[in-house]
């Protein structure tokens, strides 16, 4: 089976893309594809989890598993959308790292799905806005224990993906940024359940109508009803002129709530993200999706 695992990141689609999952789900389970919802997999594999933190999983885990997990016996290839596989939200950020845990966690999900193509989908978000959405509650002493004493221009999602990658070689990955994902919506979801571009599905546009108003939303709806047949990339420009034009401004803005965040901070961060976007294009094994 194909199982594909999508871990978050944490504070980027806040469960959109499992909700959209689930209303694509009788189409999708005619075609061979499962996408269950989040009470037959997410505490499970959590206490799978921590078991695995002693001892090693069951001869018959994997079939346990499937049997509590699927209803559907002819799944090809099954969807898990849940951010705290790699980690929970407290360690997100951890002695200077991104997901600390996560080699380790992908080694368990190896060991549950022995035999399967396991693949990993994830959004990375600005370590400038990032920091400040998972750790903004955190005590002075949480967060210098999430920097690990280093300055928060040394976090680099590259490096997590190569920690990722070293402990599970085998292991396809499919990452995308967190600012891009309004222009990818359709396009991630396509590719997490291995459709062809052209297919259509339902929700493609889920999370466009939570960014701009709802005359931006009937413009655009009529627009692509003018011009039916614009492929993937030009309807990609045609949001992002809707998204410049009609956004909802506490929808896209973000608020920056560290001590000690300056702009100048927040604009060198920005320029080491878009150089390390750069580093992750060249890591073998990892799909960096553009818009």
Known sequence: MRVIFHTGAHCTDGDRILKC???????????????????????????SFRAMSTTQPAPDAREVLMDAILDDDHADRMILSNAYFLGSRRFAVQ?????????????HLQKLFPGDQLSLFMGLRNPATFLPAVLGDATPELLADALGGAEPQKLRWSDCLRR????????????WCNEDTPLLWAHIIRQMAGLQPYEKIVGGFDLLSDLITREGMQRFRAY??????LNEQQKRGVIAAFLENFAIPEQVEEELDLSG?????????????DEDLARIRN????TLLDP
Do not use: C
């Open 164 to 175: 990722i990658r070293a402990a599970a070689p085998d292991m396809e990955m499919t990452v």
């Open 21 to 47: 999952l689930l209303r694509n789900n009788q189409t999708f389970s005619q075609r061979g594809i499962a996408a269950p919802g989040p009470g037959k997999y997410r505490e499970l594999l959590g206490q």
């Open 261 to 273: 965040w300056t702009e100048d901070l927040v604009e060198e961060m920005t320029e080491l993200y």
């Open 283 to 286: 890591i073998p094994g990892v």
């Open 224 to 229: 692509l009803h003018k011009y039916p047949r």
């Open 95 to 107: 002695d200077g790292q991104f997901y600390p845990a996560a080699p380790e966690r992908v080694t």
